[in-house]
């Protein structure tokens, strides 16, 4: 028996110098994986937190309404009416909105009228934890009207006959608005940095910049020597093919800068100047269709929340 028992811690022995080196070298390999490696691990744990994060997180989302007012360059519009012989350019007419007052604003929102006043839409999703990215989506409701009793250049055709001269635009030789309205679709890159006063708390004062492109949706309203076009009434052919109330007739481009102030808890006001550039084509007119360019400055007052 004793021989046995010498064997058996002989056998011990020579497995625990055997193997002894194996697991040291494994524990010391894993314990001393390279640096990179290590690393790369750290830095995927890390993007997917905060891509967690950002999927779960809180109010990433927001919404706001507003009020606006536009005011826009002088612009040239070229009118091509074949059947009548008309063939002219307008040159830099001068435009104005239509606003309506702070009271019929209020009643027509209320009243879910959302086409009367020049009214903005944004509702963006913020696309980093800190809330300082966002993808947006805007409409802006503006309005455009050619201003009265302007008198301007005309070149071209007019009835077949060339025309080098001027002539005062009125209600019934040339009235050219797009009233209900100039509307500006468009997707936008945002930006947010804290200005003053507690982070994401009631009292914080943002700066906001918006860069953003996307499509011009207008309804044109207008007569042209006394030609009047119609697309029937807005509750039949609505968008946004031809004939229908609203024409998708070109793109536009815009930047805008503000200040955003949270009011209380995800309540916040915002106040932005916008410049946009609109390239308006096809634009539909008695008989034929109309082209014109146009730069638009905006002011925007608008209140929002975050969900």
């Given at each position: 028996?004793?021989?046995?028992?010498?064997?058996?811690?002989?056998?011990?022995?020579?497995?625990?110098?055997?193997?002894?080196?194996?697991?040291?070298?494994?524990?010391?390999?894993?314990?001393?994986?390279?640096?990179?490696?290590?690393?790369?691990?750290?830095?995927?744990?890390?993007?997917?937190?905060?891509?967690?994060?950002?999927?779960?997180?809180?109010?990433?989302?927001?919404?706001?309404?507003?009020?606006?007012?536009?005011?826009?360059?002088?612009?040239?519009?070229?009118?091509?009416?074949?059947?009548?012989?008309?063939?002219?350019?307008?040159?830099?007419?001068?435009?104005?909105?239509?606003?309506?007052?702070?009271?019929?604003?209020?009643?027509?929102?209320?009243?879910?009228?959302?086409?009367?006043?020049?009214?903005?839409?944004?509702?963006?999703?913020?696309?980093?934890?800190?809330?300082?990215?966002?993808?947006?989506?805007?409409?802006?409701?503006?309005?455009?009207?050619?201003?009265?009793?302007?008198?301007?250049?005309?070149?071209?055709?007019?009835?077949?006959?060339?025309?080098?001269?001027?002539?005062?635009?009125?209600?019934?030789?040339?009235?050219?608005a797009l009233h209900n309205g100039l509307n500006h679709?468009?997707?936008?890159?945002?930006?947010?940095?804290?200005?003053?006063?507690?982070?994401?708390?009631?009292?914080?004062?943002?700066?906001?910049?918006?860069?953003?492109?996307?499509?011009?949706?207008?309804?044109?309203?207008?007569?042209?020597?006394?030609?009047?076009?119609?697309?029937?009434?807005?509750?039949?052919?609505?968008?946004?093919?031809?004939?229908?109330?609203?024409?998708?007739?070109?793109?536009?481009?815009?930047?805008?800068?503000?200040?955003?102030?949270?009011?209380?808890?995800?309540?916040?006001?915002?106040?932005?100047?916008?410049?946009?550039?609109?390239?308006?084509?096809?634009?539909?007119?008695?008989?034929?269709?109309?082209?014109?360019?146009?730069?638009?400055?905006?002011?925007?007052?608008?209140?929002?929340?975050?969900?």
């Open positions: 028996m004793k021989t046995i028992s010498i064997k058996h811690s002989l056998l011990a022995a020579v497995l625990s110098v055997s193997l002894g080196p194996v697991v040291f070298a494994q524990s010391t390999a894993e314990a001393q994986a390279p640096a990179p490696a290590r690393a790369d691990s750290a830095q995927s744990k890390d993007v997917k937190a905060s891509f967690d994060r950002a999927i779960n997180a809180k109010n990433d989302w927001y919404f706001s309404w507003g009020w606006s007012r536009q005011q826009y360059a002088p612009s040239d519009i070229h009118v091509s009416q074949p059947g009548l012989g008309n063939d002219f350019t307008v040159h830099q007419a001068t435009a104005t909105d239509f606003p309506t007052s702070f009271e019929d604003t209020i009643k027509s929102t209320l009243n879910l009228e959302l086409t009367n006043p020049q009214e903005n839409i944004r509702i963006g999703k913020f696309m980093n934890p800190e809330k300082t990215f966002a993808i947006e989506f805007s409409i802006d409701h503006s309005k455009y009207n050619t201003d009265f009793n302007q008198t301007v250049p005309v070149t071209g055709t007019v009835n077949g006959v060339p025309q080098n001269g001027s002539m005062t635009l009125t209600p019934q030789n040339f009235s050219y679709l468009m997707v936008n890159a945002v930006w947010l940095k804290h200005l003053y006063g507690p982070m994401q708390q009631p009292g914080d004062l943002q700066l906001i910049s918006r860069v953003g492109a996307g499509i011009l949706l207008p309804h044109a309203d207008n007569t042209i020597f006394g030609k009047e076009n119609q697309v029937g009434p807005k509750n039949t052919n609505v968008c946004c093919g031809s004939g229908d109330w609203w024409q998708v007739n070109g793109w536009t481009a815009g930047v805008e800068v503000g200040v955003r102030y949270t009011v209380y808890k995800s309540v916040y006001l915002e106040l932005t100047q916008k410049v946009a550039y609109g390239v308006l084509r096809k634009v539909p007119v008695y008989q034929g269709h109309a082209d014109q360019t146009i730069w638009m400055s905006e002011q925007v007052l608008s209140t929002g929340f975050l969900f």
